[in-house]
């Protein structure tokens, strides 16, 4: 175990790596360490897998959700407006591998001594400045669930450059335990499996590798992509190096009939098209009832989650489909995937 964290740390480039079961329980682990108040807001965006949201819940704070912006990943602005003195830190996403605006966000946390937690489940081998996404924030979380790239089946790792939140990650991870059968805090079973750990260090020697592999299947799209008519696709800053975890589309015309597009589309190539999350966390039936729902929180009161609305972040749900990036998909394919797409979508 110890061989894939310390392996995994000098990829990313970080002092510390934890490995853990799931990136989920990374979430987890790290705003227990970072939020210590109950009670408290923590910022985040409605545009994600619905762990990133919970994980606030599971530290009995308050899930507050702003909007994004063109980038699809969380305006700093909103950020910045949104923040007040209840609010104890911000939880970013890097959706798709493309890297927030990271800058704006540490100056936003640092002004208010908050936290910053980075999401990178899906953004393993993505830089900003050089610097992997992960390093710049107090702690960053990585999943290593079958669709990411490394493939454990289930898995984490949270990377950290700071020796005290470390320490704590690893007593929490596994029941508080300092040392054998001495509990300091209240931690759980979050444990990587040795075997996983055997699998993810194989893997991860192939790293640069495969998310070069998922870089040239971006750039085909980009290329191929980049003068379509009402298409929006990803507008990678000059900073910033994507890995592309998919590569998503924002239809800019009959958004009503992006399910009929995808039919067409996959009927011509044989592979399967998602259309990403389907709504944003806060409509989920979880959040809508939240009193209903979640009765044993350890939270006086949420917000009003049906009151909420974050434009942009609707649209982009609404209007979004994934082209697969995988690496074990040829060029030759993703190049005719584009193909068919770009022609089935002009021809709507
Ligand atoms: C953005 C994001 N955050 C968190 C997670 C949770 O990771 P895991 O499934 O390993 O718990 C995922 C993955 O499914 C994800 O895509």
């Known amino acids: ?41 923590i910022i985040t965006t409605p545009h994600s897998f619905v762990s990133t949201a919970n994980s606030i819940l599971y530290v009995g704070a308050k899930p507050v959700f702003v909007d994004t912006n063109s980038t699809m990943n969380i305006d700093p602005i909103q950020v910045e407006k949104n923040w007040n003195s209840q609010t ?52 960053g979380i990585f999943s290593f669930y079958d669709s990411k790239h490394l493939k454990l089946g289930e898995g984490g790792m949270i990377v950290t450059s700071k020796k005290n939140i470390m320490e704590k990650c690893k007593m929490i991870r596994s029941h508080g335990m300092k040392k054998k059968y001495l509990h300091e805090y209240l931690g759980y079973n979050y444990r990587m499996n040795e075997i996983f750990a055997k699998i993810g260090r194989i893997q991860l020697k192939k790293i640069k590798k495969l998310v070069a592999a998922r870089r040239e299947r971006g750039k085909i799209y980009l290329e191929d992509l980049a003068n379509v008519d009402n298409l929006e696709i990803p507008l990678i800053p000059e900073n910033a190096q994507h890995s592309f975890y998919r590569f998503p589309v924002i239809m800019k015309k009959n958004t009503s009939r992006r399910k009929d597009l995808i039919s067409l589309v996959q009927r011509k190539i044989g592979t ?42 609707e649209l982009i749900i609404r209007s979004l489909i994934e082209l697969p990036t995988d690496p074990w998909i040829s060029e030759a ?12 979508f002009e021809g709507l």
């Not at 966390?281 to 979880?286: A, H, S, V």
């Not at 729902?293 to 350890?298: D, E, G, K, Y």
């Not at 949420?302 to 434009?311: A, M, N, T």
Request: net charge positive; hydrophobic share 35%; charged share 20%.
């Open 1 to 41: 175990m110890e061989g894939f964290e310390k392996e995994f740390a000098s990829y990313v480039g970080v002092p510390y790596a934890i490995s853990v079961s799931s990136g989920t329980a990374g979430l987890h682990v790290a705003l227990q360490i970072l939020n210590n108040e109950r009670n408290g807001r």
């Open 88 to 139: 104890h830190g911000l939880l970013g996403v890097h959706l798709y591998g493309l890297p927030f605006e990271i800058k704006k966000m540490m100056k936003i946390c640092k002004e208010n001594n908050g936290f910053l937690v980075e999401d990178c489940a899906q953004a393993l081998g993505s830089t900003y400045n050089d610097k992997h996404v992960g390093t710049f924030g107090d702690a």
């Open 272 to 313: 399967e098209l998602s259309t990403g999350y389907p709504i944003p966390i806060y409509k989920q039936p979880l959040y809508q009832q939240i009193s209903k729902r979640l009765w044993m929180a350890r939270v006086s009161s949420f917000p009003d989650y049906s009151k909420i609305r974050c434009k942009n972040a």
């Open 333 to 344: 394919d993703i190049m005719k995937i584009s193909k068919v797409f770009k022609s089935a």
